[in-house]
């Protein structure tokens, strides 16, 4: 199957054209939910394919001083800077999530960047966060737990998957029907925490 060449040029076409589907326009509730448990403002985060990053500028109102958001488009990353001008700007990242090197974080927030890229890509993205993420660190967010499409992102995926996936690095701490979901995302997603195994 041909799958289109989802690079930063693809990415950055839709970021202009306001082809973005996925963009709620708030942060996912699950997170903001998850953001509340959070007690230490200076820990490292990071959010991969952040897009408009509304949970990152939600983690930045609340005092998180340390927040990092990475995105292939340039235009996503410029739009969040105006709509969010105190956020560094050198915490702004318009790179390739596999080739980042700014690590170790305490924690990486997942949020419809999973479900974007090339499914051949997953076991890498595996490795990538373990390699991104402190001794002990954690991964969380959502996943789709839904068979979605093929040929272009949103990909799917399944809990069976995830857990075989993520278990090679990851201890799984929670991976069940997220409660939070937003309406139409209703019993399609997952809420998971992992923590990366020594």
């Given at each position: 199957?041909?799958?289109?060449?989802?690079?930063?040029?693809?990415?950055?076409?839709?970021?202009?054209?306001?082809?973005?589907?996925?963009?709620?326009?708030?942060?996912?509730?699950?997170?903001?939910?998850?953001a509340d448990t959070l007690t230490d403002k200076t820990a490292k985060i990071l959010i991969p394919g952040c897009?408009?990053?509304?949970?990152?500028?939600?983690?930045?109102?609340?005092?998180?001083?340390?927040?990092?958001?990475?995105?292939?488009?340039?235009?996503?990353?410029?739009?969040?800077?105006?709509?969010?001008?105190?956020?560094?700007?050198?915490?702004?990242?318009?790179?390739?999530?596999?080739?980042?090197?700014?690590?170790?974080?305490?924690?990486?927030?997942?949020?419809?960047?999973?479900?974007?890229?090339?499914?051949?890509?997953?076991d890498r993205y595996v490795q990538k966060m373990y390699e991104l993420l402190k001794p002990e660190g954690r991964?969380?967010?959502?996943?789709?737990?839904?068979?979605?499409?093929?040929?272009?992102?949103?990909?799917?995926?399944?809990?069976?998957?995830?857990?075989?996936?993520?278990?090679?690095?990851?201890?799984?701490?929670?991976?069940?029907?997220?409660?939070?979901?937003?309406?139409?995302?209703?019993?399609?997603?997952?809420?998971?925490?992992?923590?990366?195994?020594?």
């Open positions: 199957m041909n799958l289109p060449e989802l690079n930063a040029d693809y990415w950055d076409s839709r970021w202009q054209q306001s082809d973005t589907g996925w963009d709620i326009g708030y942060p996912a509730p699950a997170i903001t939910k998850f897009g408009n990053g509304y949970e990152a500028e939600y983690l930045h109102r609340k005092g998180f001083t340390n927040v990092f958001i990475a995105d292939f488009s340039q235009t996503a990353l410029d739009s969040f800077g105006k709509r969010v001008p105190g956020f560094p700007s050198a915490h702004l990242l318009c790179a390739d999530f596999f080739e980042l090197n700014n690590g170790p974080y305490d924690l990486i927030i997942e949020q419809t960047f999973f479900c974007a890229i090339n499914p051949e890509l997953r991964l969380a967010g959502l996943l789709f737990n839904d068979e979605m499409n093929k040929d272009h992102p949103p990909f799917g995926g399944n809990k069976a998957e995830y857990l075989k996936r993520f278990s090679v690095h990851f201890e799984i701490l929670k991976m069940d029907t997220c409660a939070d979901s937003i309406p139409p995302r209703a019993g399609r997603e997952l809420w998971f925490e992992l923590k990366k195994k020594l």
